[in-house]
Every structure is written in C-alpha cells, then in structure tokens.
C-alpha cells in the first residue's frame, strides 16, 4: 500500500504541536490570505492559487490535453486478480521516474504545457519543486 499521508509524532514540525513549518507569504495587491485547517492531529495551510477565471481555463485545457493510459496500464491486481480500473487515469513527469501501484509499474509522460504552468505556480508560491503528477478523471 502507498504511504502519501506520514502522521508525525506531536511536536515535529507540521502537526501544529509547536514545531517549526514553513508559513505562507502575506497576501500582496490581488492576492487572497492564506488559509488554514486545524484540526485533532491536522495542521493544513492553503492558499487559493488561481481565480476562477484562470481555474475555468485551466480545466478546460486539461481536458483537451491530457492523454490517459489505455491497455494494460488501465488494469491493477488485488489479491492476485486483474480488474479494469474504474477511472481514467495517467502520469506526468520528469524523464526516470516510475510509480509502482497494485502489480503496474507507470513511467511517467512528458510535462504538458498546462500542467508545466500548474507545477509553476505551486512551486512560485511553496517553494517546493514538483517531479511527478499521478491524475485521476472520474
């Protein structure tokens, strides 16, 4: 099974127990506050990235451009057995990669524009750099 959430220990950074985590920048001209969720063991800061305008052109973009696996990468195995994944699903990344998931190992395709301009902005406004995408259409 894939580990995409690690619960910390109170204290450790990012658990909202005291320790250290990086904050969002202070909103500027035409840019929304960040927002926050706490929560028992839940300390998630936000921020919205893209207006609705830009949000509407960007999903209308994804939708034309994003080409999903088909064949044998749209199969996993529980238990032994093959079932047809019930979503559409592909990744996107930087070349050498691969992701591993019940049975199929997925390599990922070459960035698209789109989401070139989506791992962008993330990462102008984290600080974090991006390598991978796995998305799901449901």
């Known amino acids: 099974m894939d580990g995409f959430v690690v619960k910390l220990p109170r204290g450790q950074a990012g658990d909202g127990g005291g320790g250290k985590r990086p904050r969002l920048e202070e909103p500027g001209p035409g840019r929304p506050p960040p927002r926050e969720i706490r929560a028992e063991g839940l300390s998630c800061d936000y921020r919205i990235l893209f207006g609705k305008a830009e949000a509407d052109e960007i999903f209308q973009e994804l939708e034309r451009e994003v080409e ?3 064949d044998d990468l749209t199969k996993l ?3 032994g057995t093959w079932h047809k994944i019930p979503r559409k699903q ?4 930087d070349p050498g990669l691969s992701y ?3 049975g199929v190992t997925f390599h990922p395709k070459p960035w698209i524009p789109v989401l070139t301009r989506i791992r962008e902005r993330v990462t102008s406004e984290t600080g974090h750099t991006f390598n991978f995408v796995l998305i799901n259409r449901y």
């Open 100 to 102: 591993t998931y019940s």
């Open 90 to 93: 592909v990744t996107y990344g």
């Open 77 to 79: 195995q529980v238990f």
């Open 68 to 70: 999903y696996f088909e």
